[in-house]
C-alpha cells in the first residue's frame, strides 16, 4: 500500500483524461469513475463520526489542514458493512465544489474506456434499478464488465427510489 500512500493524480489536460477511469472494487463488483475527478488515492486513516448523518457518511477527515466528508461506498450501494484491511483506500475525489472521500474496498486501476465500449445499464427489474441508480454506464474492459458511476448522483441523490416512484405515480 505504501505506493498508493498518497499517489496524487496529475492532471495534464482534458485531452489526456478523455475516456480514463479510475476502477476499484465494492463487495463483489467493480466499478469505475472518470479521471477527471479524482483528486488523490490516500491509505485509510480514522474518521471522527458525525451525529445523526445518513449511516453511509462514515464522518470527517484532516487531510492537510483541509477537512473532508467520508462515504462508505459499500454502504451506500446497500452491499453490507466490512471490516476495513491493509487494501481499504480513501479515493478523494471533487464533483463541482464539494470534495469528498470514499471508501472502497480496493483501488484495481486506471482503465481507458472508448465510448463505443460503454452500454447502458440494464433496467431489468426494480430492484437492479435501486442498486444501479448511480450507474450510467456499463464499460466493457476486456472479458470484464466495470460499473460507471455517476458522482453527481452518488453524492447529490438524497431522495429514496420509492419516494420518486410514487411522485411520478401522483404526477
Known amino acids: 500500500m505504501s505506493e498508493m500512500d498518497s499517489l496524487e493524480v496529475q492532471a495534464k489536460g482534458p485531452d489526456t483524461q478523455k475516456g480514463k477511469y ?10 469505475g469513475l472518470e479521471i477527471q475527478y479524482v483528486q488523490q488515492i490516500i491509505q485509510y486513516q480514522s474518521v471522527t463520526m458525525i451525529p445523526e448523518t445518513e449511516d453511509y ?6 487531510l492537510r489542514g483541509r477537512i473532508i466528508p467520508v462515504v462508505d461506498v459499500r454502504v451506500r450501494f446497500k452491499q453490507g458493512d466490512s471490516e476495513y484491511n491493509d487494501k481499504t483506500c480513501i479515493l478523494v475525489i471533487t464533483v463541482k465544489t464539494t ?5 472502497v474496498d480496493q483501488i484495481a486501476e486506471v482503465v481507458e474506456i472508448k465510448e463505443k465500449d460503454i452500454l447502458p445499464p440494464p433496467s431489468i427489474g426494480k430492484s437492479d434499478k435501486a442498486h444501479h441508480k448511480y450507474v450510467y454506464g456499463i464499460g466493457k474492459v476486456g472479458n470484464s464488465v466495470k460499473l460507471l ?3 453527481e448522483k452518488l453524492l447529490y441523490d438524497e431522495e429514496p427510489v420509492e419516494e420518486r ?7
Open 22 to 31: 479510475m476502477t476499484f472494487r465494492s463487495g463483489q463488483e467493480f466499478f
Open 57 to 62: 457518511i462514515k464522518g470527517l477527515i484532516n
Open 99 to 103: 470534495t469528498v472521500g470514499l471508501i
Open 149 to 151: 458511476l455517476d458522482p
Open 165 to 171: 416512484g410514487r411522485k411520478n405515480e401522483v404526477e
